[in-house]
């Protein structure tokens, strides 16, 4: 496949002529002879499309490019342009992720509620934390399950999905969908949980409780898991530091970086949650797949444990403090301010911000920060010097969900830009006219 | 034997072949799926992917070796359907025994492992050019160990007065366990343990699959093959994992029930070859399906250093337990 | 160890929640004419709890026009019918988040536990609320 036009240099999407050329014809491997393995966008290691290229010495990875915006859908823009009211908006960010489905939502609607001053009742605080933390446990056992699954394990993937599926049904239960549960509103929650409901929940935390061990057998202490896993993908502390990492990839390095621990919204304060890595399980943090399935497990423990707690001390109350929707529209339209809201998803920390127009029903910015985002720069170290097998392990260790992170920033020339949907259509038309050539 | 009742043979021998094969594969899907707590596919899904691959179309990339990629698929096949035919079945010799031995099957064993690979270098795909690297390093490494097995059993065997050495047919004919002293009993379990991990590593299964990585580099060695040529790899796996089992029942487990039921004759030979095809079904499960479910796949340095050090080390003292055996039993 | 898993697992029922067939028939139409004639059965759908979020259900008689339900739907689900003062939903388009449902000050609109909506045209009768 050979080009005949020269390519737009500035194309930022589009890769060199002569990358293609490189990827397609497969050059012969001579002795120390560095060819480029590409990863994706479509691939079976990786869940969601993002475009790893790696340069390969045999086995030796030497180097890796990382391109990303497969993804994008334009969220914040179909948010803040299309006129959409904040309520709305609330079901957008819900769907920004399929797995952290609650996490946008929660940092959403803080952070309109700070923006607008909006008071949440303690009861509905409560009931965020529960379901939050009803979806760490959901969203980590995913995540070991594919692990295992990038690993060659389908049997450990088989069994945690399997388990997982009570957490679902409780989720169900309580909300009404398996995914997107729609809790939050701003103000507080849309749905009680009733004390009829709580022998379910505290069934379903017996049932974890009693599988946490057999799971922590399963994948800590099992040799081949260990083989593949141990050594591969360190991450050090201080790049950790350096490069931002939030969630269990810095946990796993043994940084205490936990949002409920540093700076506590919601109930957490009630809670005293403490950042948790691999010193909790008693071993010497040292980064790799390793402690990050080790922190990861140790965190469904202390979900259960959260979840226990306030179940227990639930406060009584209502559960909204807009329970009329007309009231809380009227409110929002004349808000003004700005906001910021912040939530510890299962990844890690994700950050919404708004800024609010008294007389506007959408907001006049919405930028959404998603913890993939300040983990994907730790990919770099993370590859260096491994092997082409441990690509799909350490491409998944950081729990990499690309859908929340896709956002189109361009800098060009050293000075920030924006695209606007008319340049976005303009780019769409361009490449277009170029494929079809 | 005339030629022309050889050759009848043979075509039963193969056609049997490849629908016992066949069959067993469904059979290790559907005890696999059970064990991860699944249903799985129907035990006929071998046949229908083999049929639905068959009228795929076949597609040759622009940048592969044509002819190298097209004839390796058939030279996988032929060497599978070859290696029956040197193999003993239940109660019978192997068919063409006499034109070839316990080597030439070791050799026939290792050609489609050498075809695949070289499909997968001449397929013009960064991918397969990795899983072809892989499949040869593997290659490499387990041969050793096998051959130690082969060459123990057989001298051992040879040493007890079983004429010709290395023929497969009389190794299935006499069982070395009730033969040797308590030395030589440890020396075999530990040339048996070797066999069974050499299976899975020859017929590529988890853990050693690491030429196909499925997660890894998208199918590896195969990730160009389509159509036809993909429908015979995958009839010459499933032959191979027969012929495998086979290998380690003529070797280590010859015994027959038709003597301890009291039958003989043409009854006898029937309880007999439905016993082997049970033997090699058991072999299968331990070797194959509970290994594939139970283990992550390992890197192919860790394989490469496993079978170098620990599995040639094993397979080697079970030699040396053997020998020492003789020399103590006289 | 994980061989225990396995074995324990093998001899236990699969924990799959089965299709409707256990594989797939030859022929799905084939199929459903000897469901109906009872010469085969169908495994049925795991049940939904109560409060499930499905297919909107429409009080037509209790709604009064006030088109709070169309401010609040994200996906532009609800479309006003001004000669009538009453609405008619297009269940193609809904995410199912039921804020409609809570929006409505008459109680108008319900979530119903239907979730069985594959159908093979965006209008089809199955798929529009009025």
Redesign the interface.
Known sequence: MKEKRAQDPEDPVLPAVEEREVLLTGPEVGPGEVFSVPIGPIHPALKEPIRLTFQVQGERIVGVQIRTGFAHRGIEFMGMRQGRNLIQILYLSERICGICSISHPIAFTQAVERAAGIEVPPRAQYIRVIISELERIHSHLLWAGVAAHELGFDTLLHLTWRVREKVLDILEELSGNRINYAIPIFGGVRRDITPDQYPKVREALRYYRGLFDELLDAFLRDPTVEARTRGVGILEPKEAEELCAVGPTARASGLRKDVRQDRPYLAYSDFEVKAITPEDYGLTPVGDVYDKIVVRLLEVGQSIEIIEKALEGMPEGEITSFPKIPALLAHLKKAEGEGLGWHEAPRGEVIHYVRLVSGEESPLVWKVKAPTYSNLLSWYPMFEGQEVADIPIIAACIDPCICCMDRVYLVRNGKEETWTKEGLLRLSWEKTRRMRR | MSGWAIFGQAVLAVVGGVIVGLFYRGLDRKIAAHMQARIGPPLRQPFLDLGKLLVKETVIPRTAVAWVFSAMPFLAVLASFTALLYLPIGPFRPILEGYGDAILVLYLLAVPALAMALGGFASGSPLGVVGAQRELVMLVSYEFPLAVVLVAVAWRLSTLGIAPAFSLGAMAQHSLWAAVGPLGLIGLVLLLGSLLVVTPAELAKIPFDIPEAETEIAGGLMVEYSGTYLALFYLADAVRTVVMAGLAVALFIPYGIAGALGLSGAAGDAVDLIFWLFKVFMVMVAAVTTVRVGMARLKVDQIARGFWLRITAVALSGLLLLALDKVVMG | ???K???S??L?R???N?FPA??MPRSITGFLTKVQEGRAKIHPPVP??P???GKLGYDREKCIGCQ?CI?????KVIEFLPEVKKIRIHVARC?????CV??C?VDALS?TPDFLLADTGRNSPNLVVE
């Open positions: 160890m994980i061989l898993t396995l074995l697992q093998l236990s699969p924990a799959t089965q256990k594989y939904v709890p409060k499930f979020r709070l401010r609040v739907c994200p996906a995410t199912f988040c039921a804020q809570d929006a000050p979530a």
